[in-house]
């Protein structure tokens, strides 16, 4: 027999916790159940945080300065003091000075991707970025799916009405992971096509950063428009990703997965785009039997997307190269890409409206970067040092 660590661990533990509301919900209803029921008293829920002196006071100075010039510089210690920011969301002269601040930092973005991925991105373009571990149920094939949905338009005229968008992926697979390496190499190849394609000049532009690490995050953050967030509902513990683009004024594109519920609790379902299944709808399409062809059948667009990979249009015409990828979306698809296609480029089509009103989304930005407070490690750790470690804040005295 094997021994079952993360039991073992409950068994030995006096307290359990998960990272996000949701994460807690389906360890407890589901996967550790029979231990909730024997033990609840010991399972409790502590949300993620990231820390606002790196992730907004370090990496975005403009920020930091206007808010510490707008209600001082105590949110670095207490970011719930962002809260105070909300109502110039409907200030223009406030918007007009985060919005140059963005642009700012979107310029120098597009400085590390013409470095690092000799791709030219427009600081006028919306800036829509995924970086994260590369893995299916993260479905980083999703959002290529709709870059490659947008160059078909593009190559069959379809422009009208074009919101410009530059994609940037970035994201390590494990060393053994193949599925997760071939996404990689597909998203490097339509690049290379989508780039070298005289029509998508001015319309479309998509990156895969290199060595995807911190250092390149804190540029990555303050310069993002919208924010990926797409794992397959109830795959996702948290993340911290998302919350690093929230607190810097990024928009999320996600899913009800992780910590994408309370965010979007947070700023309001106004100001995050939703689309796809829920946990629920998940486990009753998985029971029920899900077949990915019955959603390429119904579906024409989705179709010739997957045709042009098929085909070798970014293979060099070799249609081997990607015949695993595309086998198992067919075939298989476990997370779902298939199923949440349709609303997601629905969604998309929301963001693409949204940004075209500079003013709505600017103040939908501000409202995210207002409303981050809960998501500071602050307040992570002063709740697991209350919770579980029973221990007590010290105070350090630097004058010495």
């Not at 190559?155 to 530059?166: E, Q, S, V």
């Not at 940037?168 to 697979?173: C, M, S």
């Not at 071939?182 to 998509?206: H, M, Q, S, W």
């Not at 996600?254 to 609790?265: F, K, Y």
Request: hydrophobic share 40%; glycine share 8%.
């Amino acid at each position: 027999p094997q021994p079952r660590t993360g039991f073992l661990a409950i068994v030995g533990s006096f307290s359990v916790n998960a990272v996000a509301e949701l994460h807690s919900r389906l360890l407890s209803e589901g996967l550790f159940r029979d231990f909730y029921e024997l033990w609840p008293h010991k399972f409790n829920n502590k949300t993620n945080g990231v820390t606002p002196r790196r992730w907004l006071a370090m990496c975005n100075p403009g920020l930091r300065d206007l808010l510490n010039e707008t209600i001082g510089p105590d949110w670095v210690r207490d970011l719930g003091q962002l809260a105070r920011v909300t109502p110039l969301a409907d200030d223009p002269a406030f918007r007009e000075r985060f919005r140059a601040i963005k642009h700012a930092n979107k310029e120098a973005l597009a400085q590390l991707v013409a470095r690092d991925c000799q791709v030219e991105f427009d600081p006028a373009a919306l800036f829509d970025v995924q970086v994260k571990r590369i893995h299916e149920y993260k479905r980083q094939l999703l959002n290529l799916l709709h870059v490659i949905y947008l160059y078909n338009r593009i190559k069959h005229g379809d422009t009208a009405d074009w919101t410009p968008r530059c994609v940037l992926i970035g994201g390590k697979a494990a060393p053994g992971y193949a599925m997760a390496k071939l996404i990689i190499k597909l998203i490097n190849n339509v690049a290379r096509v989508v780039n070298g394609d005289k029509a998508t000049a001015g319309l479309l532009r998509l990156a895969f950063i290199p060595d995807y690490r911190v250092s390149v995050m804190e540029v990555i953050a303050p310069g993002t428009d919208l924010s990926e967030q797409i794992s397959t509902a109830g795959k996702e513990a948290s993340g911290t990703g998302n919350m690093k683009f929230m607190i810097n004024g990024a928009l999320t594109i996600g899913t009800l997965d992780g910590a994408n519920v309370e965010m979007r609790e947070e700023a309001g379902p106004e100001n995050f785009f939703l689309f796809g299944l829920t946990v629920d709808d998940v486990h009753e399409l998985y029971a029920k039997g899900y077949r990915p062809r019955d959603y390429i059948d119904r579906n024409a667009e989705l179709a010739a997307v997957l045709g042009l990979i098929a085909d070798g249009t970014f293979s060099h015409g070799d249609t081997g190269v990607f015949a695993p990828l595309v086998g198992n979306l067919t075939d298989h698809d476990h997370f779902l890409v298939l199923a949440d296609y349709a609303d997601y480029i629905r969604c998309q089509q929301e963001v693409s409206a949204a940004w075209q009103n500079t003013e709505l989304w600017t103040r939908m930005s501000i409202l995210n970067s207002a409303r981050s407070g809960k998501f500071s490690s602050d307040r992570s750790i002063a709740e697991y040092c209350e919770d579980i470690w029973n221990v007590e804040q010290v105070t350090i005295d630097l004058k010495d």
